[in-house]
């Protein structure tokens, strides 16, 4: 994942929650309960400058989390009640993936460098996902996208709660299960070959067979929970953290995890509960998202 980065403007827990309810309404929290868990990449399998190992226990207050990423139609009602301007639209670009792009083409001034797939577009941001003629309304139970850290830790505070911190997401992420690659375990399709998070199928970025359902964002609500009730935890979109990447730099980039529906093992084999990847604090981009952490 290349967004673009703008210049600044002028394992197991000690205890199980109940099941998960769908019938309780969008922009829940479930509540965790405190544990140790082992964190990190049991099958070393990780990229090395991520630093993901060693694996080590690591403990975690009670905390809560939301069931999903936030979604278009939630972003929508926090800039109606605050009238908030995302730095992608204050900067007036943001980055999109190439296949998706709808609007003029005279919006593109190019791909990013080093990653042909990502257009830099005019008049990208939350509400316009792919470019000028496309319309978040359309997808108000998406995950709201083109969000920077800043963005995000805006909405959480407005929300009453704040964003994640790398061990609380993982945590959350593992849902209960002790050393697996991923939320449910470690195999990426189910029993009968159905895909268990929204990720690319194909040859990476040329073809996407498409075979989880999805191109591009799926609602949030899409495939199973993992065993706290938390829905894509991996896959769909990158999700920002509290925390920097590298605390030896503490005003350096922060850290996203979980991954995106352009992930695929050739290329960013990051949707697995340990994977980690970082941004600046203004970066956007159409496949990075969040949700809300916040007291048990």
């Known amino acids: 994942m290349q967004p673009i980065e703008s210049p600044a403007p002028p394992q197991s827990p000690t205890s199980r929650p109940a099941p ?7 922009g829940e929290r479930i509540d965790l309960p405190a544990g140790v868990f082992a964190m990190g990449d049991a099958f070393d399998e990780g990229y090395p400058a991520d630093r993901e190992t060693p694996v080590r226990e690591v403990p975690v207050e009670a905390f809560s989390l939301g069931a999903t990423t936030v979604t278009n139609a939630e972003f929508a009602a926090f800039v109606a009640a605050t009238g908030h301007r995302t730095d992608a639209e204050l900067f007036g670009v943001s980055a999109v993936f190439a296949p998706a792009h709808s609007g003029p083409v005279d919006a593109v001034l190019g791909p990013v460098p080093g990653t042909p797939w990502w257009l830099s577009v005019q008049g990208a941001h939350w509400r316009t996902p792919h470019g000028a003629w496309s319309d978040a309304e359309l997808l108000a139970d998406h995950p709201v996208v083109h969000v920077s850290w800043r963005d995000a830790t805006a909405y959480a505070a407005w929300a009453g709660g704040r964003l ?17 690659r991923y939320p449910w375990g470690d195999d990426v399709l189910t029993a009968t070959g159905d895909w268990q998070c929204n990720v690319w199928q194909g040859e990476f970025p040329t073809r996407n067979t498409a075979e989880d359902g999805h191109l591009f964002t799926a609602p949030v609500r899409s495939f199973a929970p993992n065993g706290h009730g938390l829905w894509q935890m991996v896959g769909n979109v990158w999700e920002w953290s509290a925390d920097v990447f590298d605390p030896a730099d503490p005003e350096g980039p922060r850290t996203l995890r979980g991954g995106s529906y352009l992930c695929h093992p050739s290329y960013c084999h990051r949707y697995r509960v340990s994977a980690r990847s970082s941004n600046t604090v203004t970066s956007t981009a159409a496949n990075v998202g969040f949700r809300v952490a916040g007291p048990a």
């Open 20 to 26: 998960y309810d769908a019938t309780r309404a969008a």
């Open 164 to 180: 994640p911190t790398e061990v609380e997401w993982e945590y959350a992420a593992r849902g209960g299960l002790a050393g697996r």
